[in-house]
Structures are given as C-alpha cells and as structure tokens.
C-alpha cells in the first residue's frame, strides 16, 4: 500500500525496498523453526528489518509530501509504537500474557490506518499488482504439481490417485 501511493522511482526507495525484501527472506526462512522448535528468533529478526525499513519510509514521506505530511507522521510514529510493543512482547512476555498482547497487537496493526486516517492508494497499482500475485501462485500450483508427481514416480508409488489430485490441483 505505501508504495502504490509514495514510490518516488528513485534509488533511496529501490534499495529500501531490496532491505524489506531481505527482511522477508530473513522471516520466511524462520518459518520452519516457528514449526520445529518453536523459536520465533528469525521471524522477529526479518520482521523488525521490513518495519525499520517501513518506518524509514513513513519518516521519508512526512518530509516529502505537505499536504499529507501529518497523516504520515500520524502513521510512522504509530509504526515506532508498534514496533516498541512487540520487541517488549517478544523480549518480555511469554505464556498467556505473550498471546494475549499479540492478538492486541495485531488489531493495533490492523486499525493503525484508520487511526492515522491515511487512505492514500493507487487503486489501478494495486489491482495490477494483485493480478501479478495471482499469476506467480498459479505458477506455484503447477511447479508443486510437478514436483510432487515426479516423486512420486520416482519413488514408484503412481497410481490413479495421484493422477486424479494432480488433475484436480
């Protein structure tokens, strides 16, 4: 949302955006030890570099557009709120209290643009771009399609089973 409404097509906003994307790899590869072992190390790790790198941004924007400039602000510092509140959760709680300040943390983070009254969207880029999401889970479909037929063949358990799931995939 905030770069359909504030992307500059300048080299500041590309590199941002190359950190946010690392931070997402960084949260993405956490995934498996959220599963495994239940350490959220990682995770917190890729989502504290998008939010700085998001925070950063907010800043950037108050700066940059004056006639939205407090809504911006409004929006960055509700972000540093944020952001404070769940390193304290993350560092500080645990068990039921943990839980329950994350479901409060998370309709904090649901109800931070109405709270900075900040609509700003392009509704065309946002449209193209969840036409290019659906385009890459499509594809995803048919590589996981693929991928799991060829196992199977290889490891010779085919039958009409999994011909019929991967037709119907």
């Given at each position: ?33 959220v ?63 943990f ?47 693929s ?23």
């Open positions: 949302w905030f770069s359909s409404a504030y992307d500059k097509g300048d080299r500041v906003h590309t590199v941002a955006t190359f950190v946010m994307v690392f931070g997402s790899c960084i949260l993405a590869a956490g995934t498996t030890d599963f495994e072992t239940g350490s959220l190390t990682l995770l917190a790790i890729g989502w504290t570099i998008q939010r700085i790198v998001l925070i950063f941004l907010w800043f950037r924007a108050c700066h940059n557009e004056n006639d939205l400039a407090d809504r911006a602000a409004k929006f960055a510092w509700g972000l540093v709120a944020l952001r404070l509140a769940w390193s304290a959760a993350y560092y500080f709680m645990s068990g039921t209290t839980y329950l300040l994350t479901a409060i943390l998370i309709v904090a983070e649901l109800c931070l643009p109405a709270f900075a009254r900040h609509f700003n969207w392009h509704r065309s880029h946002i449209t193209e771009r969840h036409g290019l999401l659906f385009i890459i889970v499509l594809g995803e479909c048919v590589l996981s399609v991928l799991s037929v060829g196992t199977a063949t290889e490891n010779g358990i085919w039958n009409w089973r999994i011909l019929f799931e991967a037709t119907a995939a």
